[in-house]
């Protein structure tokens, strides 16, 4: 399955000029065969901790934009939201969307606020952890500072031949973000898709550095530090499989 990573700037808590500018990137990736497009954490807002103004009903505008862009251009789309859920939780969930292309929904919403950020004043925790089969790719996503908690993605690790990682991972700690996607994809022997915004949002600058690595650690595309770009790569099920299988690590795992 081919993938396409779409590291993109966002425009500070202003979803329509978000759903303008990406449109097209994901008309592009489609026209380039990606069945999954990847847009980044917060993709139509940046992350903003003003919930008051920023989140939406689970069936809002930036889910809509997703579910729309997935059936107009017949793939795969992804990306995070914030979302009001009331019966839920009483704030708000960071939370992760995937729309299929004959009106397949999923989400996730993430497990770890970024407590650093304030986020968890603002933004719910999520409880439950998701793996969703993509055209036969087992797809298990998470957001942001989930990267840095291994134990969330060695458990789901059986069951995920990749990754998606979607981000607003600021330019300070960039070199954490890459050695982190690099460490998930070995240890758990799976593709991971990392895909970062760039530009500066709410006072932070943020680098890209968009990635996809393979299963043995082999990065297979990498974007430019601070830069717009789509990256594509090939999900390959065969080298999953044949990497578990030359070193079968997992099964040591206690």
């Not at 994901?26 to 992350?47: C, D, I, K, N, P």
């Not at 999520?126 to 089969?133: L, M, P, S």
């Not at 298990?140 to 990267?147: E, W």
Request: charged letters at 20%; one cysteine or more.
């Amino acid at each position: 399955m081919k993938v396409a990573a779409v590291q993109h700037d966002i425009v500070w808590e202003s979803p329509e000029a978000n759903f303008e500018h990406l449109a097209p990137k994901v008309a592009q990736a489609a026209a380039a065969g990606a069945r999954l497009v990847v847009l980044a954490e917060m993709y139509s807002t940046g992350f903003s901790m003003a919930t008051a103004k920023v989140a939406e009903p689970p069936d809002g505008p930036s889910v809509g934009f997703l579910a729309d862009q997935a059936a107009a251009c017949g793939v795969w789309v992804c990306g995070s939201a914030p979302v009001r859920e009331p019966s839920k939780a009483e704030l708000p969930f960071n939370r992760f969307v995937l729309a299929g292309p004959n009106g397949e929904a999923a989400v996730y919403d993430k497990i770890h606020p970024f407590s650093y950020g304030g986020e968890h004043e603002h933004y719910a925790a999520g409880a439950e952890r998701v793996t969703i089969a993509v055209e036969g790719v087992r797809i298990t996503p998470f957001v942001c500072y989930d990267l840095r908690f291994s134990d969330e993605f060695w458990g789901l690790a059986h069951d995920t031949d990749c990754y998606v990682v979607v981000a607003n991972w600021p330019f300070t700690r960039r070199a954490h973000w890459s050695a982190l996607l690099l460490a998930r994809a070995i240890e758990n022997q799976a593709y991971v898709v990392g895909v970062n915004r760039v530009g500066t949002g709410g006072g932070i600058d943020y680098p890209g550095c968009s990635a996809v690595i393979d299963p043995f650690g082999v990065e297979v595309a990498r974007a430019p530090e601070g830069q717009e770009a789509v990256l594509y790569a090939d999900i390959d099920l065969a080298r999953v499989q044949k990497i578990r299988a030359r070193y079968p690590f997992l099964h040591d795992r206690r």
